[in-house]
């Protein structure tokens, strides 16, 4: 976002795309004409939509910085508030070292009372609850910790030397020392096994919004995901789907697991001897 769009779009919490937003799927809605019209759009996918949910960060926060950098602005801003009813804009002092190139960066000042949501584990879960399946991707920083094999380091080597000499005295020193030195040169160089800590960036909302496809463009094992990841991992086969749609409200798709008919997903009495369901009673 450009100085300008800052101001406009965070300066004051009454501004929101609410209005705007139920224009715009209001006029695509009457402009795709009934059935059969692609609805997975930008404009009917009400899931991320930026509102007035940015200032529940506040919640969590003691201070939001909001870096942005425009194609339509040579500079970089910040917009800065401590939720105290001001806020400011200013070019960023940091550009230099931190340039964005185009794009956002929010900043969060956590309070002490909230230290909670600085957990990798907590961050994680509340992805997956609330953003499952945002469009957008989004990415985690976590610690990953692993073992490699490493070299030993010659100062180590050197200590081993002198602790396997240490009792070697007489004439057959040097000749020792000699035997070693072939040995080290016939085994290659000494390898030990380290833990190290890396920094990696993983993917959270892989899941796909099913709902705003076309029933007929879903494949089965898409189905199967789906319900995976609503039910981490406990289910893979529905015995059922319906498609809800209205172009103003959204879409939605209900299934109907298996183990939910039948707890162990089996088929029971008349169904599974292949016969027809009985009289209703």
Known sequence: MSREELVRNLGTIAKSGTSAFIDQVTSQAAGAGGE?????G??????????????????AAD?????????????????????DGNFAVYEDPEEDSNPLGRGTQL??????????????KVLGALVAQYSQFINYPIYLLEEEKRDIEVE????????????????????????????EDEEEEDEGPRM??????????????DA??????NPSEVEEEEYAAFLRDCREGQLSRSSAWALFQDPLQGRGRCGVPLD??????EAHGAAAAGEGPGPAG
Do not use: C
């Not at 059969?36 to 997975?40: F, I, L, P, Q, V």
């Open 192 to 205: 030990v096994t380290k833990t190290i800590t890396e920094e990696v960036w993983r993917r959270k909302n």
């Open 107 to 120: 900043n969060l000042f956590i309070k002490e009372d909230a230290s909670e949501y600085l957990d990798q």
């Open 36 to 40: 059969g019209s692609d609805a997975s």
């Open 63 to 83: 201070k939001v910085q909001v870096v942005s950098k425009s194609n339509s602005d040579p500079k970089q801003h910040v917009w800065e508030s401590a939720a």
């Open 208 to 213: 796909k919004a099913i709902w705003l496809r």
């Open 42 to 59: 930008g404009g009917m996918n009400l899931i991320g939509q930026f509102g007035v949910g940015f200032y529940s960060a506040f919640l």
């Open 260 to 265: 939910l008919v039948h707890p162990k997903g």
């Open 152 to 179: 030993a380091e010659e100062a180590d080597e050197e200590e081993v030397d002198l602790d396997d000499d240490e009792d070697d005295e007489g004439e057959d020193e040097d000749e020792d020392e000699e035997d």
